[in-house]
């Protein structure tokens, strides 16, 4: 405890500028770029819909619904490649695996890609797993083989402490286990998180410490909550108001969740509170959103930044190089 009071005081010193910082750490600072509230991206027509922070190399890197990669975004804006792999055809989802130097992205095929198929069309629920430094493969896991008979598409995921990553599959109604070594399973399938007409079904996806899942269901306009060692006991979070069509999910902490309402016609953005771990909610505050279609949000050096990949041109038949990284200020 002593010890714990000492780390805290020198902290709070060092933020007051009464201990002065080490010259080679206060030249890293210096070095580092101011924090903008907005950066407009530039890449080769990626659009992107996934976003995940590197704190390794304090970066967010981003995926491609139609060119199947996954970029850095530096400083200015520009998108530069690091990962390049035939098997990926979409990149929805990713997440950073500081730990284990690893980056991890779902791949899906919704049939405007660039590389898709009739074999693959409506038919893919994949994760990749790359070194998080040169881009390099180290695996590829075929989660839609788990249920050949459905369509699929892989979407959005979580990462555990111990390596194992959740993956969602908006079209067949499955949350996949993948763990850092291993076969994966499925760990849950359920009718409710298949689409509700329209739309995607299980969609963006957070992992709780105390360890249950948090999954967005988009055409049902709804939240779950699915625990991870009973798993078929899955239900829905009773919410005071509509979520609307949620996307991508941020835990701000235990009791908040951000979330991206990607309604066509009421673009927002929510954040929700909870006071019986995510058994009921309330929409506490919601924000118009300015970008046309954001997609997901990823917290970094300078707090939450939410992206759009210009998703709202592309599904109506318009290519862009422009993306978006905009900080969420609630």
Known sequence: MAAQRWHSVTLALIAAGTIPLPAAQTAQAARRPPCAELVTGTGDELHPEGIAYDPNENRFLIGS?????????????????????????????????????????????????????????????????????????????????????????????????????????SRSGAIYRVPVHGNPTVLVRDDRLMPAGAGNGANGIVLHPKEFLLVAHSSGRTLWRIPLHKPETLAQVTTNESPGALDGLLLSNHNTLDGIDNTRTNTRLLRLTTTDDWKTATVKTQIPWPDPAPTTMARGRCGTYVLTGRLDLLLSGTRSKEFRLRALRF
Do not use: C, W
């Open 65 to 169: 619904v139609t060119r199947g990669t996954v970029s850095t975004v530096r400083p200015d804006g520009s998108a530069r490649t690091v990962v390049k792999d035939p098997k990926l055809i979409t990149t929805m989802g990713l997440t950073v695996d500081a730990r284990r130097g690893r980056l991890l992205a779902v791949n899906g095929d919704i049939g405007i890609a660039d590389g898709s198929t009739p074999e693959t069309n409506g038919k893919t629920a994949g994760l990749g797993i790359y070194d998080l430094r040169t881009g390099r493969q180290i695996r590829y896991v075929d989660l839609g083989a788990l249920d050949p008979q459905r369509p699929h598409f892989g979407n959005d995921v979580a990462l555990a402490p111990d390596g194992t990553a959740y993956v969602t599959d």
